[in-house]
């Protein structure tokens, strides 16, 4: 393909004047654009991302499916939802406790910053968002030598890394890495070492690459940029529909019928001009109108069909048409449990597959999000949900009180039930009330 690519690109150079030059074909295959990616050339991957153009006729690229309202919006809340969740490094003891590992370099990685050029949220966020729109989000892993021990994570795009796997013996799986036109680099994972690479796999078939959502929904959201577009010629055309004039005598020669064309285009260019129609002239319409193309209820219609390439309730995305008091909640719970857990889910398996070395995911490190954060801006509901902890001896006023990042009091460290709350034993006879848990029972 290089050899190809050369011959092109001097032939761009040789005749300047002779037309241009195609550099590569229409509907280029996943692998030609790939291959544009790792040599340094990320704007014509980015072209060629998309696959050839939708049925509609519109290219569908991952910049250009940005520019559509829905696309963005359901990028944006997977990716914000995601990212702004607390995610902590934790450890599971031999005697069956938990506790946050925040001695862990880890810890505040992934909690407050991963290195020094980015916020905890902002590369969680930009992650997500590779994975949601192009099947994978990348990141180096830079370890303590000796050790190896994770203590910083930079970002990689998506262009720069081709995952794949050994052609001849282990077939292990490897990473290609090529940033602009420098060589590319491999990393190899191997069974029970440090591994160099975080890969945040979208859904794929082949369990190493996601599936690109932008080109497998390209059909779709081709169709609403082409509705998208009409509306547009429609306004900037002053709202006039396609038209044609019928003119009762032939023209004398091709003179008159190029005047008569260019005086009519600069007088019906000008949106709030009126032309005056002479000589029995008729003006005709052609083609529908919008009211009869139904192009309200096609972009209506778009919501919704771009949302379930996503998985995102509509209402997410500023289309209230469906919801109502009644269900409002009903469907954000269902964004939380359907939609938002399964992308927690990936970056906690993910990290714990790829970050932790060997004999950390012995010691029981894991990392866990607090979907606690989601009740952030719900006070009653917050309170609520405390006071049941607290009145069934969950938590201690001490643990309530750091989940709102208050001091602790003295006192507060013990845990509390409900006076009419009594254990019963094995031959059901009752026990005295207990007070305090941890209190003996005849105390």
Known sequence: MFSEMVARVKGLLDGFSSGPIQLFEKGATFEQAEWYARNGFPGIAANLSGGSPAWSGESVTVDIALNHSVVWS????????TAFLPLVLMQRLKNKDKRV???????T????????????????????SDCVLQGGGFAQIYRRSGTGTAIELGALLPSQVTPDREKTGFKRLVYVV??????????TVEKGKPQDILHIRGLGSDGIRGYSVISIARQSIGTAIAAEKNVAKFYAAGGRVPYLLEHPTKFKNDQDFDRFRK???ETYSEPHTVPILENAI????????????????SRQFSIPEICRWFSVSPHLVGDLSRATFSNIEQLALEFVTKTLSAWITRWEQELWRCVLTAEERAEGYYFKHNLNALLRGDFQSRMAGYSTMLQNGIASVNEV???????????????HIQLNMQTLPGGGAQVPTLVRLGQPANS
């Open 109 to 128: 990685a992934l909690h407050d910053s991963p290195n020094d050029e980015m916020t905890a949220m902002g590369f969680r966020e930009t992650r997500t």
């Open 178 to 187: 090529k940033e602009g036109n420098s060589p590319g680099k491999t990393y």
């Open 263 to 265: 005086q009519w285009a």
């Open 101 to 107: 590992a925040y001695e862990h370099p880890m810890y």
């Open 74 to 81: 359901c990028n944006r809340i997977i990716s914000e939802s």
């Open 401 to 415: 009180r750091d989940l709102e990042d208050w001091n602790p009091i003295d006192g507060g460290d013990d845990h």
């Open 282 to 297: 008729k003006y005709k319409q052609t083609g529908l109108s919008n009211a009869d193309a139904q192009l309200l209820e």
